[in-house]
């Protein structure tokens, strides 16, 4: 793997040692900072300058070799959710990712290219710019010789205020799977509040989905594209006590907008196709 520190920008992206000794990569704009983990390409920290974090990270996560990073957003890939005999939601998370390439623009913003090296016959890149907005960029190519199938999600943890505060718009009338309730449904809240344990698939949505948080005086803007599903999910009371990585009352300052392609709207590409799944991410001022 070739040495990150050549990509260096001086007093703009910076390598350093991480928690657990993890190469972690620090960046600086104008408008905001970010902080990378080579360690599944894991965004731990976003924030615009003078706002609280936009991105939770649990106090209680580990950082060490073959263990997922609790916040921030985890790049789920190949597969989400649990899969007999492999790690939950896919390799990709705690696979070293490789740094390729690092530009910045006159304006300031910073762009990172990395790989995630053996990904079979799946070529994936992932391509994040931090500027006054954090957009990732998903890049999934098929170098086989057959027709191959993924599900992938940009699993993105967002601080919040607290949890009684916020109400999510943007998923009204949306069919959604209750892993719950193991049933489907369609949303009817104009506004989503979550009282208690929330873990829904939101199906065949490209929809852009605000947090509304009051607390912080913002809104949390998750527009993406090359995504069908939205998943949202809070731990709530008692799961977060069975998480060993997540602090029992970590639910009240966190919710999951997820951004994917999950079960039905998995993704199968013909051999040499790519598909890019995009989330940009944004803090705006309360309307
Ligand atoms: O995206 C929601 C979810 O699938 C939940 O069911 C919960 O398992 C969460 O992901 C976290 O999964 P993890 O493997 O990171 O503990």
């Known amino acids: 793997m070739s ?28 408008w905001s900072t970010a902080e990378i983990h080579l360690h599944g390409a894991h965004v731990t920290d976003f924030r615009k300058t003078g706002e609280p974090p936009l991105l939770f ?32 939601h896919g390799f990709a998370r705690t696979a070293e990712w490789h740094l390729t390439r690092a530009s910045r623009t006159r304006e300031g913003a910073v762009t990172l290219h990395l790989s995630l090296p053996d990904a079979g016959d799946f070529e994936v890149g992932y391509r994040i710019v931090v500027a006054e907005t954090l957009t990732l960029s998903l890049i999934v190519t098929n170098r086989g010789s057959a027709a191959a ?16 505060a916020v109400s999510l718009n943007g998923l009204t009338g ?29 199906q065949d949505t490209a929809a852009t989905v605000e947090i509304v948080d009051p607390g912080f005086q913002r809104r949390i803007r998750v527009a993406k594209s090359g995504s069908a599903s939205t998943v949202v999910w809070n ?22 907008v997820e951004s994917g392609n999950i079960a039905g709207h998995a993704v199968t590409l013909a051999p040499a196709q790519r598909a890019v799944l995009q989330a940009e991410l944004s803090s705006l001022a309360l309307d």
């Open 57 to 88: 990270i649990s106090a209680a996560s580990e950082f060490a070799p073959g263990k997922a990073i609790r916040g921030g957003v985890p790049v789920i890939f190949p597969w989400f959710g649990p899969r007999e005999g492999f790690p939950a």
């Open 3 to 30: 040495d990150p520190k050549q990509h260096e920008i001086a007093g703009h992206l910076t390598v350093a040692a991480g928690n657990g000794g993890l190469t972690k990569l620090l960046i600086e704009t104008p």
């Open 174 to 202: 949306t069919r959604y799977f209750d892993k719950l309730l193991d049933a489907e449904a369609v949303e009817t809240a104009p506004a989503l509040k979550i009282g208690s344990e929330v873990d829904r698939v939101y």
């Open 149 to 164: 199938v993924f599900e992938t999600c940009l699993h993105t943890y967002f601080q919040i205020s607290a949890i009684d």
């Open 235 to 256: 731990p709530w009371i008692d799961k977060s006590k069975r998480m060993a990585d997540f602090g029992d009352e970590e639910y009240r300052q966190m919710v999951c």
